[in-house]
């Protein structure tokens, strides 16, 4: 594609690729090219490059994503078995002298292993562990199963030590009137009744390398941009161990050995390398620093004076580490606040694309020849999906670097001749550049100038940059390329030099593109299923009944875990560097009702059991302890937390520092390195008004009492912020408090508005697709070069993201409070009614529930029931749905469990459903809602964090679950909520042992977009389903059994095949029953048509010729400006497809209407609500009346019920209804309008 540092989601494009060509790529290189030339081969045979680009295949190991995550889901299981009688279950990592029964080469005497008795000074795992690998014997470092152990000991030993407790409570008391201390908090027994009663929850720091870790380092990350302001250089920097002979001689050194480099195959080289990933771990680090500390940030200033940096290691699939750069340089031009020209100057100064001349500089012609060029030839995953390169080779030349601007869009877009003239310039800007493409890609040809291309096709230079300016959807930057060169990625000389790999470097254009491709490469998955998985799936026996079961657990396994190297267990263990900044990063709490966490369990250990001080003080009450000194009186939180650190131990005694006061502990001002940037929690101005100005109020105003933030005349933080003045200590004058706050505010929030939109679009919609290989091609090419080499999945199976209905553009499960949850309000007298109307069918299932719940009172132990109910419409499911839940949830309140320390509110029967009207009906929740299950079911599993905890307490009485409409259901959902529960109850059987109730018809709706029903047994997909449920179909019908004449002519057909024949008489039937004409049909009466085209048609026409005053309200459509990142309303709707908000929405008071999103599913606002237009409320904007909110009379009484008590009028018989607003299916555009 022609494009390169493109800095937004558009780019210039192939000529012959559709027209606004998206994203795909700028920036260059492949693994082919970074590797093919480790092995100084220039051959483009198709054969010797793909030998030669495979990369170091190390060895890897199957882990959960998160081990602490691990331990705290499953590390409180009790398992009895005889005949261990009076025996406790220790974990396998505890087992006495495990380390030498496991490695006796390591150790022979088995002796002075982690856990020796007899050592004198007690040393951490993880110190144990780096002298053990980093020890001169290296046995230990050469052994990839004793490092993945190590890894195993050490993270299992932090996760446990670094365990705390939250106590969202202003005094730290239970409810009995008890004070918490130090052996309560250490009392397992009284632990969980503290959780299980919501007064506490568990918390843990996240390890090293895990998605939290990773979750926690991105949100450092969000801070350090929003105070420092907009980076200037992206990097991206590849290992080559193949490239360096450093590495191969220290490890032949250590083996006592001497090699010649240049006499090693890649075999032997592979071999070398993985004899000891220690030492090539740890000679990566060391590159690393060097290139740091020696040359980036050294008087040399290879790209300028960098005043701050950030840097990530990634672990591709082969364990190869990669580093991932951000740097700020010193004086360095931005873009619209300077001019262009200074711009492209700057980039000119310290990125080149040109390939050496060889007789001026052989060594950087030979570097830039062997790891910085793109292949002709191009690979599999650089036309994955594409005629042409997703990286954008070649790339166009041009004679100087130009940053390209988009064409204004028409003044009028909804005039078509504008719109047809603008597609028009383009597709001939295609035309004309498809002929220089052409040239290009020809090998046979070549040309010294751009002037000998240009005349081979007739075209001047002038035409030539009018034509690449045409297709720039966005600003990017072109950079100075003559023909010869454009192959050749970016690079810096100095750096390329000195590395002797391939790298990356991109000038970033602007914040909001800095953040959503920088953000979308930095926080990328890691997880992809190994070729030997792949392997041993495709290839398991589909006869062998033992051999099954043993792929579903190898699946199962695959599902919940991702696969980590040798190289990244390395790290993890020896705390070798995962990241690095040039900021500490300082979270500074501001809610008012703050977490109170207790001192780690390993400091709670050493503390007498009577002890009452185990609670951590906050950065707040340290800010408002600050000395009694003039530097301090008029010094706001954000400044105290950023130039000043808290000190402990021996450090107290170090030079400048200060005891607080109320003996709080001591400060010390940052003086090594720069201030520390600050994080705080973020809450909206418009939804959270009072949270986001105490926000501000707390951060930047000089307080040392919490009451100096408000006043009896300014009662609120928002009246404060606004209205109040106040004296600062050693001042006379009164200053506003906006003054007095802004101006502090300025010092710690750059760009904020851009960066702010760039987060929140990140956040809600993800990473950009194919953002990695537009930011750094060379580098992700290497990924996906490694992702190929794996066995290609069934081309059937699409990871497509479920359109889920409880979700909307604004909604994040993550951070949605838990659902209240409700014990069944029972009524005798209609439950008593619902028992005798059961038939025989439906009493069965009902007995066999009953008679469990029974059976569980009584004091067994049976095992959990998972049934399957299924039957057509009309057959009851419902009615025995509520039946069912009536009787087990009265039947299980007398458990025992229900009568210690529980919160009886609590449910024991869980009702569920996958659609919001499904689980209204039943007066359930979603799934989804009811587990928080995240918005893509892609594995590896999402664990619940740190709100494990209180999931538990909330479904610590459940013992069913019943899920309705179980058709629509996917295998990935079900596997998900079977990971879910587990989690939840600490349980690894089938749905954590809870009994499971499915109901549905599997000839209804069946799973969204391509997948399949859970009754259709497909291989190589984990299935839960098959032989493990059992099934009761309902037959006899209920609903309509007044007319049993129709209800069994739909149920036949329902299930009959699509090529049979409807049968005389069922046909008889139905034709009796056509109207000739539309005014023999009730008024009000639902119609049902076979397309959309046809339903919108009656619509238009129903309501037309019933109203006469109809308002026609246009969609709020906002397409994002790609410069700016802000969202601008457009003159006229988008046309959206037929899953979007409608574009013209015809409404009068007194039409018939039904909601088509789930607006609250527990209100009963959901899609299929059906109602009457009530009131319209408008409003008039810019001289135009603006229509703001629909007032409903709904058919169901019941639903709405909150939504009435917001009516603006006080009716309370009318529910309003807003305007929604959601993303269209194009990128960057948003549609807004009444659901």
Request: aromatic share 8%; charged share 25%.
């Amino acid at each position: 594609m022609f494009n390169e540092h493109e800095q937004s989601t558009n780019d210039i494009s192939a000529p012959d690729e559709e027209m606004n060509i998206e994203s795909s790529s700028q920036n260059e290189n492949t693994e082919e090219q970074s590797n093919e030339n480790e092995h100084n081969d220039s051959s483009d045979d198709p054969e010797n490059i793909e030998e030669q680009s495979r990369g170091l295949a190390l060895d890897t190991c199957l882990q959960p994503p998160d081990l602490g995550q691990q331990l705290l889901s499953y590390d409180d299981g009790i398992f009895c078995i005889a005949p261990a009688a009076k025996n406790s279950p220790v974990s396998i990592f505890k087992i006495p002298n495990l380390e030498s029964m496991a490695f006796p080469v390591q150790f022979s005497d088995g002796r002075n292993t982690f856990d020796e008795p007899d050592r004198s000074k007690h040393i951490s795992s993880s110190r144990y562990f780096n002298s053990r690998l980093f020890s001169i014997d290296n046995r230990c470092a050469r052994d990839t199963n004793y490092i993945f152990f190590a890894q195993f000991v050490t993270e299992m030993q932090m996760a446990t030590s670094s365990m705390s407790i939250q106590l969202r409570k202003a005094k730290p008391m239970t409810r009995d009137g008890r004070k918490i201390n130090c052996s309560l908090l250490q009392d397992k027994q009284e632990l969980e009744k503290l959780v299980n009663n919501k007064e506490a929850t568990r918390f843990m720091q996240p390890l090293r390398g895990t998605p939290a870790y990773w979750e926690k380092t991105l949100r450092d990350l969000f801070a350090m941009l929003r105070q420092l302001g907009t980076p200037t250089f992206f990097c991206t920097f590849s290992a080559a161990e193949m490239r360096w002979p450093e590495v191969i001689n220290a490890i032949k050194a250590q083996q006592g050995e001497t090699v010649n480099f240049a006499h090693l195959d890649w075999s032997e080289k592979c071999e070398i390398l993985r004899s000891n990933p220690v030492t090539a771990m740890r000679m990566f680090e060391k590159r690393v620093e060097a290139l740091m500390r020696d040359l980036i940030m050294s008087p040399a200033r290879p790209i300028g004076e960098v005043v701050d940096f950030f840097y990530r290691v990634e672990f591709q699939l082969r364990g190869s580490p990669h580093i991932h750069c951000l740097f700020w340089v010193k004086d360095a031009p931005e873009f619209e606040k300077d001019q262009d020209q200074d711009v492209c100057d700057f980039i000119d100064k310290y990125i080149s694309c040109k390939l050496p001349d060889p007789n001026k500089d052989q060594e950087l012609h030979r570097i830039v020849s062997e790891v910085q060029m793109h292949s002709r030839n191009h690979s599999k995953s650089c036309r994955k999906n594409k005629k042409h390169c997703r990286f954008g080779f070649p790339k166009p030349p041009i004679n100087r670097t130009t940053i390209t601007h988009p064409r204004p869009p028409p003044v009028d877009q909804s005039d078509d001749e504008n719109v047809s003239e603008e597609r028009h310039y383009a597709s001939v800007a295609k035309e004309q550049l498809q002929m220089i493409w052409d040239l290009l890609n020809d090998s046979n040809q070549s040309f010294e100038n751009i002037a000998q291309l240009l005349n081979q096709v007739n075209m001047t230079y002038e035409e030539y940059e009018k034509h690449i300016e045409a297709l720039s959807t966005s600003s990017l930057i072109v950079m100075e390329r003559r023909p010869q060169d454009c192959w050749v990625n970016g690079y810096n000389p100095m750096l390329l030099r000195a590395w002797n790999a391939n790298m990356d470097i991109q000038f970033i254009l602007n914040p909001y593109s800095c953040i959503m491709y920088m953000l979308s490469y930095i926080s990328k998955a890691e997880h992809e299923m190994s070729d030997y998985l792949k392997r041993v799936i495709k290839d398991s026996s589909h006869d062998n009944l033992s051999d099954r079961e043993c792929m579903k657990q190898v699946m199962n396994a695959y599902s919940k875990n991702r696969e980590v190297s040798a190289q990244e267990a390395v790290a993890r263990t020896c705390s070798l560097k995962l990241k690095s900044s040039s900021r500490s990063v300082i979270f500074i709490p501001t809610d008012d009702n703050a977490v109170k966490m207790s001192l780690p369990m390993k400091y709670l250990q050493t503390m007498d059991d009577d002890v009452e001080n185990v609670w951590m003080t906050g950065l707040p009450d340290k800010y408002k302890a600050r000395p009694n000194r003039p530097e301090f009186e008029n010094m706001c939180m954000a400044e105290f937390a950023s130039e000043y650190r808290i000190v402990y131990g021996g450090q107290k005694k170090g030079k400048n520092v200060l005891p607080l006061q109320k003996n709080m502990g001591h400060i010390q001002k940052r003086t090594r390195g720069k201030h520390a940037v600050i994080r705080f929690a973020r809450f909206s101005q418009q939804k959270n008004p009072e949270k986001f100005y105490g926000t501000l109020l707390k951060l930047y105003l000089p307080y040392r009492r919490d009451e100096q933030l408000k006043s009896t005349r300014f009662p609120t933080y928002e009246s404060f912020y606004a209205f109040a003045s106040v004296k600062l200590p050693g001042t006379d004058v009164l200053q506003r408090v906006f003054n007095i706050v802004n101006e502090n505010r300025e010092k710690y929030e750059k760009h904020n508005e851009a960066i702010e939109k760039a987060i929140e679009d990140f956040e809600q919609n993800g990473p950009i697709e194919d953002a990695w290989t537009t930011l750094a091609p060379a580098n992700e090419l290497i990924r996906l070069e490694s992702i190929m080499e794996r066995e290609p999945t069934d081309p059937n199976e699409v990871n497509e993201q479920e359109d889920i209905p409880e979700y909307t553009a604004s909604t994040s499960v993550s951070n949605t409070a838990m659902p209240h949850m409700e014990a069944a309000q029972l009524n005798h007298a209609q439950i008593r009614k619902m028992y005798q109307s059961l038939n025989q069918t439906q009493a069965s299932i009902f007995y066999a529930v009953r008679d469990w719940c029974k059976r569980c009172v009584s004091g067994e132990s049976p095992q959990p029931f998972l049934y399957f109910l299924n039957g057509g419409a009309g057959v009851g499911k419902s009615h025995v749905i509520k039946s069912i839940y009536a009787e087990a949830s009265k039947i299980l309140r007398r458990l025992p469990c229900m009568r210690e320390h529980t919160d009886i509110s609590q449910p024991t029967v869980l009702l569920t459903a996958f659609t919001g009207t499904a689980a209204f009906n039943i007066l359930g929740k979603t799934l989804h809602c009811l587990l928080k299950l995240p918005r893509s079911l892609k594995p590896p599993y999402q664990g619940l964090g740190n709100s494990l905890d209180e999931m538990r307490a909330d479904l610590s009485n459940a013992h069913i679950l019943i899920i309705d409409e179980i058709s629509m259901v996917s295998k990935q959902l079900f596997a998900y909520v079977n990971w879910r529960l587990q989690q939840i109850k600490g349980n690894q059987k089938p749905f954590g042992g809870l009994s499971v109730l499915c109901v549905g018809d599997f000839h209804q709706l069946p799973p969204l977009g391509r997948a399949k029903p859970l009754c259709v047994y497909e291989d190589h997909v984990l299935d839960f389903w098959k032989d493990n449920f059992q099934m009761v179909t309902l037959t006899q019908i209920m609903r309509q059994r007044d007319d049993l004449a129709y209800a069994e002519l739909l149920n036949r057909l329902r299930v009959k095949q699509k090529h049979a024949k409807v049968t005389d008489a069922d046909k008889c039937m139905l034709e009796a029953v056509i109207r000739s004409s539309p005014e023999e049909c009730p008024v009000d009466a639902l119609h049902i048509y076979a397309t959309n085209k046809e339903v919108d048609n009656h619509n238009t026409e129903a309501i037309s010729s019933r109203f006469s005053d109809i308002i026609n309200i246009d969609a709020h459509d906002y397409k994002k400006d790609p410069r700016t990142g802000e969202m601008k309303r457009q003159s006229a709707p988008f046309t959206g497809d037929k899953r979007d908000l409608i574009d013209t929405l015809q409404i009068a008071i007194g039409a018939r209407v039904m909601l088509t999103r789930n607006i609250d599913v527990e209100d009963g606002l959901v899609n299929g609500t059906f109602g009457h237009v009530a009131k319209i409320t408008a409003q008039t904007q810019g001289g135009v009346p603006v229509v703001q909110l629909i007032g409903l009379h709904l058919d169901n009484v019941t639903a709405g019920q909150k939504h009435r008590n917001k009516a603006p009028d006080g009716d309370d018989s009318i529910v309003y209804i807003e305007r929604s607003e959601e993303p269209l299916k194009k990128k960057e555009q948003f549609e807004g309008n009444f659901p």
